[in-house]
């Protein structure tokens, strides 16, 4: 009982990290469209304006800003020239932490969100 290894493209390195100019992208796929996600995954980890430069002049060297999508996940505080840029720009992404894991605030949904409770009860 062996695992057959056809399904793995080991030849297809956009499923490995992959380094782009200066910036080594935890996943990138440039066929018809461009994809980089970079993930932050160290606390107290590195999002900054010089990171996004970086990224940025790495990635348009082949193609312009607007074909590329950019997935930036982070387990820290995200800045907000992040989020800045994430609001004017539709081809970048911030996923944080808190998006991925959210939390159960029993007292905030029981004010927000009442039950139903008919008036016959």
Not at 69 to 88: A, G, Q
Request: aromatic share 16%; with cysteine; hydrophobic share 30%.
């Amino acid at each position: 009982n062996s695992i057959s290894t056809e399904y793995i493209d080991t030849k297809n390195s956009s499923y490995h990290n992959v380094k782009v100019g200066n910036v080594t992208f935890d996943f990138a796929c440039e066929k018809k469209q461009a994809v980089y996600a970079y993930y932050d995954i160290t606390p107290g980890g590195k999002l900054t304006q010089k990171l996004w430069n970086e990224i940025e002049n790495s990635t348009t060297r082949k193609r312009p800003f607007y074909e590329n999508e950019y997935v930036i996940c982070t387990v820290n505080r995200v800045p907000d020239s992040f989020w800045t840029l994430s609001k004017r720009y539709d081809n970048v992404h911030i996923v944080s932490q808190k998006m991925l894991f959210a939390t159960y605030k029993k007292e905030y949904n029981r004010i927000a969100h009442p039950r139903f409770v008919p008036s016959f009860v």
